[in-house]
């Protein structure tokens, strides 16, 4: 079993910065990649960004420039910097880790962005 503990969501004004954190913990032998996708309510679950073990990151365009994801594998933590935030980040984050036995998703944590 697998627990996923996501962390820093919230209420930010437009312009205005997050960090989100994923501490993944349990049965977990190789993890390949860590990201997070984000939700939005009516509209489908979408890849954010993501990082391998190697350190390699993928984003999605609508984030590139704003957002920096990186990982501690010590500590089995990805994090999700987030700058310059826009009313359209609003969303509800997810946590994604992806291991030699399986893929496995946080439980959501919210961020809105609102004046």
């Known amino acids: 079993q697998v627990q996923l503990v996501e962390s820093g969501g919230g209420l930010v004004q437009p312009g205005g910065s997050l960090r989100l954190s994923c501490a993944a913990s349990?049965?977990?032998?190789?993890?390949?990649?860590m990201g997070w996708y984000r939700q939005a309510p009516g509209k489908q679950r979408d890849l954010v960004a993501r990082?391998?073990?190697?350190?390699?990151?993928n984003y999605a365009d609508f984030v590139k420039g704003r957002f920096t994801i990186s990982r501690d594998n010590a500590k089995n933590t990805v994090y999700l910097q987030m700058n310059s935030l826009k009313p359209e980040d609003t969303a509800l984050y997810y946590c994604?880790?992806?291991?030699?036995?399986?893929?496995?998703w946080g439980q959501g944590t919210q961020v809105t962005v609102s004046s």
């Open positions: 994604n880790v992806v291991g030699s036995l399986g893929g496995y």
């Open positions: 349990g049965s977990i032998f190789s993890i390949y990649y």
């Open positions: 990082i391998s073990n190697t350190g390699s990151t």
